[in-house]
């Protein structure tokens, strides 16, 4: 049978999807096929249910939730960390509200927590990887970084501003959720479970071969050191991506439930997740 697993063109993605792209995990007689896109393509096109397994942000998850179901596990989670607001000179948090921030995505969660935290900025959708340079440029006052940016930001002379993953859990006492994988709901149980498992297993292989799995994600590194490459994927990829527990699932189901409570999620769902 032939399925397509969908993830962004990032470190962290490589790293955890490593396992089954070289083959060393068994894909259970499955013809896989990787589609790379960025995480707001990815969202978008789970709207369409164009791919059987395919990453998501969590904020995402209610426009798709009918057609998707949750893994457990392929989870990028900050336990006290997270996206970073930054801007060309010092800036008290508050004012953030009063601010252009550059933004990746708005079905993104570091768009969410964002707007949960400061609702009235106004906010202009940059790719991912321009926002620190629209930031420079004067184009934006606040950056929303992910990805790498969260480590380089200070060599291009940027200040953060907040870090909205130690934020929503001071809030919450949560970790924040960002990214999951969702299984399409037609495929049943009985693929969206070997699936889950198969996801798991790439991510343990991952961390269980972490120097061949890394020299790999250097390759989607975008010229990062290899020391900031590596530390970069220990904050994303850890015993919360094999499997998020009770307390991300929680985690998960208060971000839908504050976005939708301050007006942002259209609708309330329950965070439904392959029990695998």
């Known amino acids: ?3 397509s697993i969908a993830h962004s063109p990032d470190s962290d993605d490589a790293f955890m999807f490593y396992g089954l792209v070289s083959g060393k995990v068994p894909r259970g007689g499955l013809e896989i096929t990787h589609v790379l896109r960025d995480i707001e393509t990815l969202n978008r096109e789970a709207q369409e249910g164009r791919h059987d397994v395919t990453a998501i942000s969590f ?46 995505g708005t079905l993104t969660s570091a768009y969410l927590a964002l707007k949960l935290f400061a609702p009235t900025a106004e906010t202009n959708v940059v790719p991912f990887d321009r926002i620190l340079d629209e930031v420079r440029a004067e184009r934006a006052d606040v950056g929303l970084v992910i990805h790498e940016g969260q480590l380089t930001f200070g060599g291009l002379g940027l200040h953060k501003v907040l870090d909205l993953g130690a934020w929503w859990k001071e809030k919450t006492g ?60 220990g904050l994303w990829v850890n015993d919360l991506t094999v499997d998020c527990g009770e307390r991300g699932r929680q985690a998960v ?24």
């Open 174 to 233: 949560l970790p924040l959720p960002l990214g999951g994988s969702a299984v399409r709901r037609d495929l049943g149980p009985a693929m969206a479970e070997p699936l889950t498992g198969l996801v798991r297993e790439t991510v343990r292989y991952a961390l269980g071969h972490r120097r061949e799995a890394l020299d790999y994600a250097l390759g989607f590194a975008r010229g990062m050191d290899p020391a900031v490459a590596d530390r970069f994927v």
């Open 59 to 104: 904020h995402a998850y209610p426009y798709v939730a009918d057609a998707y179901a949750l893994m457990p596990c392929g989870a990028s989670i900050g336990d006290g960390y997270g996206p970073l607001l930054v801007a060309r000179e010092p800036l008290d948090p508050a004012r953030v509200a009063e601010k252009t921030v550059a933004v990746p």
């Open 253 to 276: 189901q208060a971000l839908l439930d504050h976005g939708h409570a301050a007006g942002i999620v259209p609708r309330r769902v329950r965070a439904d997740f392959v029990e695998a």
């Open 1 to 3: 049978m032939k399925v």
